[in-house]
């Protein structure tokens, strides 16, 4: 399709597993967003990709969290040991250029659910 | 650093009313940009609109308006003649040239009641 794919849609894990989440953003666009969305609050910003390069991880909450993104394309956020604060809905977004020059198109989200 | 606050948590109205949700941001840069975006049930945030610190003209699209003012630093959001499909969470977000990321606010809940 044409818009952010997010996969899986929906992923349950045992608390202390180690997660990956997919994102395949809109072809051509170079800038990369993570967002989480826990239940009933706003959207929280997680890691800015320019290309591969993030100049922003700073709302990465802990050192189990990481993400990477190669070929100026794909980009994985990877959650390790996972504790149940960590439910919530992952978000990835794309924009064409810099973010401030255009909107950001969001993929539909990964309900993660650790139990 | 920067904040956009939606004091509205939740709003219910009956279709047909209009409902204004508001949006406040806090920035100290000069050059910034505002947008509002529409998250049905289905979850995938939907674009509205985006507006530039230096145009404070109004803009209408359809049933939607937007009222910008920098003199009280908000960017609010009216739907006119409300229909059951508006219906989802509104999330006002600001971005700043100093700062490449989306800053959201915390979203308005709308049910429009048939």
């Known amino acids: 399709g044409a818009g952010v794919s997010q996969s899986p849609s929906n992923k349950v894990t045992e608390k202390g597993k180690d997660v990956e989440l997919r994102c395949d953003p809109i072809s051509g666009h170079t800038a990369l967003y993570w967002y989480r969305q826990s239940l009933g609050q706003g959207l929280e910003f997680l890691i800015y990709f320019q290309g591969n390069s993030a100049p922003d991880k700073s709302g990465l909450p802990s050192d189990r969290f990481s993400a990477e993104r190669t070929g100026g394309s794909v980009s994985t956020l990877t959650i390790q040991r996972t504790q149940q604060e960590d439910s919530a809905v992952y978000l990835c977004?794309?924009?064409?250029?810099?973010?401030?020059?255009?909107?950001?198109?969001f993929g539909q989200g990964t309900r993660l659910t650790v139990v | 650093a920067q904040k956009v606050t939606q004091a509205q948590t939740e709003i219910s109205v009956v279709e047909k009313e209009d409902v204004t949700l508001d949006c406040v941001y806090e920035?100290?840069?000069?050059?910034?940009?505002l947008f509002w975006y529409k998250q049905p049930p289905s979850g995938e945030l939907v674009f509205l609109i985006r507006?530039?610190?230096?145009?404070?003209q109004n803009e209408i699209s359809g049933r939607y308006s937007w009222n910008f003012q920098k003199s009280t630093s908000s960017f609010n959001f009216t739907i006119t003649a409300s229909q059951v499909v508006d219906s989802a969470v509104y999330f006002c977000a600001l971005i700043t040239l100093g700062n490449e990321k989306l800053t959201f606010g915390t979203g308005t809940r709308l049910t429009i009641i048939p």
């Open positions: 977004a794309s924009s064409p250029t810099r973010p401030v020059n255009t909107e950001a198109f």
């Open positions: 507006r530039n610190s230096f145009d404070e």
């Open positions: 920035t100290r840069d000069t050059t910034y940009y």
